[in-house]
């Protein structure tokens, strides 16, 4: 989070401004919000009785929830031109995958510009040239499936690969620390002309 705010920082000084979305998108819908929110309130109020939290600490618990973003929430800061975002999500069944005490999450970056999302994805596997056998992507699939019939996807191209297994996180921020602070923001959208960068039919 600290790095995306050296970004947010960084691209105010762009020609075109870019904005970098800070704000973590945590439940799929307004209901399940709801839920989530209704149940820290729950906890705090009992953490608090109970001596185990401060008030403080309770009022805490309750905001990261409310202030929590929801699928379409965020969709109408991805689909605003030039909003640069990371996703993560998990690979796999996370629900089962907490049993295990082992979750393991996966890191990429996304942009849409004019109908058109880029995204960069340090696990691409080349030669793939639709969106469905594209793989780990699970909440970027999610995104293109809420934006039909809201704002139009005409393009999706990937780029990226060569992750071991767990390097995605630092790839994917040494790719947006080369795109915003060496390369000023000039390349993002221009997917068509980079090397390596694929456009898969979906």
């Not at 762009?14 to 819908?29: R, T």
């Amino acid at each position: 989070m600290l790095f995306l705010e050296k970004m947010q920082e960084i691209s105010k000084t762009l020609e075109e401004k870019l904005s970098i979305c800070q704000n973590p998108v945590m439940f799929a819908s307004g209901e399940s919000k709801k839920l989530w929110v209704q149940a820290a309130k729950t906890e705090s109020t009992t953490g608090v009785q109970n001596g185990k939290i401060t008030l403080e600490e309770g009022k805490t618990l309750i905001e990261n929830f409310t202030q929590g973003l929801t699928l379409s929430g965020f969709l109408k800061q991805l689909t605003t031109t030039g909003t640069l975002a990371v996703l993560i999500n998990p690979l796999g069944n996370a629900i089962e995958q907490q049993s295990e005490d082992v979750v393991s999450w996966h890191t990429y970056a996304v942009i849409y510009k004019d109908g058109v999302l880029g995204v960069y994805d340090s696990s691409f596997v080349k030669g793939r040239k639709t969106f469905q056998s594209c793989t780990g992507v699970a909440l970027v699939k999610g995104f293109v499936k809420a934006l039909k019939g809201k704002r139009k996807v005409t393009e999706i191209w990937f780029g990226g690969g060569g992750n071991k297994g767990t390097d995605c996180q630092e790839m994917t921020r040494k790719w947006i620390e080369r795109e915003i602070v060496y390369q000023k923001g000039a390349n993002l959208g221009n997917w068509c002309q980079r090397r390596g960068w694929v456009q898969v039919e979906f």
